[in-house]
């Protein structure tokens, strides 16, 4: 398939084909006799694996690497694998769910408070955003 179906075929657009091309993501596909892209059906299903990747959190260098190791597996449990990777990403996902907590509270904190004035909080030792500790520093 051409570049257009393609991109139509996956939900992306075509700079993101010619893009993740560059980036080695996507193998190099054949070229027609006319010089345009052809692609294997496949290639769907990696773009749209690549999409569900990032949505996951996973960005490009580390999809790159999950499908390397993917693609040149010779034995099952072999590299750092989606299991080991998806481990981590949790572990990030989870510490940065536990800051928006805290950063949630806070702000509600400060709304409960009536704060409306960041130059008026900050210098109120009383307020329960942390623009005081801030104003100190100055």
């Known amino acids: 398939m051409r570049t257009a179906e393609l991109a139509a075929a996956a939900g992306v657009n ?41 949505r996951l959190g996973f960005t490009l260098a ?28 949790l572990v990030d996902v989870e510490a940065k769910i536990a800051d928006l907590t805290v950063i949630a509270e806070t702000l509600r904190a400060g709304i409960a408070a009536g704060c409306d004035d960041l130059e008026t909080c900050a210098g109120d030792p009383s307020c329960p955003l942390p623009f005081a500790a801030l104003g100190g520093q100055a």
């Open 62 to 89: 580390e999809v790159s690497e999950l499908l390397a190791a993917a693609r040149h597996r010779h034995r099952r449990g072999e590299g750092a694998g989606l299991q080991a990777r998806a481990q981590e990403k």
């Open 14 to 54: 075509l700079q993101t084909v010619r893009y993740y091309e560059r980036r080695g993501l996507l193998d190099e596909p054949d070229r027609s006799l006319g010089g345009h892209r052809v692609y294997p059906a496949e290639a769907v299903t990696t773009l749209r694996v690549i999409k569900a990747a990032q």
